[in-house]
């Protein structure tokens, strides 16, 4: 079993930048993938960015320069580093983790970009 507690968000004005932090607790199966999703309201759940057990990432096109998703496994936390944020970018960010057998979701936490 895991917890995901996920840490953050804010508002911000375009071109800003924050990071959110995601703190695993309980049994991490060794092999696992981490991402970042957001949803905003009205839309569908995205896919934001991945990253490995063994440290390979991904991120949407739509973000691909401007988000970093990084780990510290020391610390048993993800990140995700948002810079040059767009309006866009608004929504309730959620931590995600998928083992073999199981996909565990973080409570999420509001982005807000505007003006």
């Known amino acids: 079993q895991v917890q995901l507690v996920e840490s953050g968000g804010g508002s911000v004005q375009p071109g800003g930048s924050l990071r959110l932090s995601c703190v695993a607790s309980?049994?991490?199966?060794?092999?696992?993938?981490m991402g970042w999703y957001r949803q905003a309201p009205g839309k569908q759940r995205e896919l934001v960015a991945t990253i490995t057990s063994g440290g390979n990432t991904n991120h949407a096109a739509s973000v691909k320069g401007r988000f970093t998703i990084s780990r510290d496994n020391a610390k048993n936390t993800v990140y995700l580093q948002m810079n040059s944020l767009k309006p866009e970018d608004t929504a309730v960010y959620y931590c995600?983790?998928?083992?073999?057998?199981?996909?565990?979701w973080g409570q999420g936490t509001q982005v807000s970009v505007s003006s």
């Open positions: 309980g049994s991490i199966f060794k092999l696992y993938i």
């Open positions: 995600n983790l998928k083992s073999i057998q199981f996909d565990y």
